[in-house]
Nanobody, 125 residues
Framework: QVHVVESGGGLVQPGGSLRLSCAASGTIFSINVMGWFRQAPGKERELVAT???????DYADSVKGRFTISRDNAKNTVTLQMNSLKPEDTAVYYC???????????????????WGQGTLVTVSS
């Protein structure tokens, strides 16, 4: 079993900052990607930022220059620093991880996508 758990959501005024954290746990061989997605009321889930272990970081155009993603590979954590928040950033934010886990009944590894339960970010005055 692999789990990712988010923390750090809450209510913030427009222009303010918030920091989201996420930790992956379980029997993990390696983590290929960690990142953040969000879903606003009445809208589909969308990418916010992803950070592969090898490769380029990706940001949604709407958050470039305001949000920063970072990872601690030794701790299997990912953080999203959100600055200059706007009301349109209001959403449930989900942590995402793409991991390799050992197969239980055979050799080799399985490639899994794991999602957190989400943390609500509300930007309002």
């Amino acid at each position: 079993q692999v789990h990712v758990v988010e923390s750090g959501g809450g209510l913030v005024q427009p222009g303010g900052s918030l920091r989201l954290s996420c930790a992956a746990s379980g029997t993990i061989f390696s983590i290929n990607v960690m990142g953040w997605f969000r879903q606003a009321p009445g809208k589909e889930r969308e990418l916010v930022a992803t950070m592969p272990t090898h490769g380029s970081t990706d940001y949604a155009d709407s958050v470039k220059g305001r949000f920063t993603i970072s990872r601690d590979n030794a701790k299997n954590t990912v953080t999203l620093q959100m600055n200059s928040l706007k009301p349109e950033d209001t959403a449930v934010y989900y942590c995402y991880a793409r991991v390799l886990v050992p197969r239980a009944l055979s050799s080799g590894y399985s490639d899994l996508e794991v999602w957190g339960q989400g943390t609500l970010v509300t930007v309002s005055s």
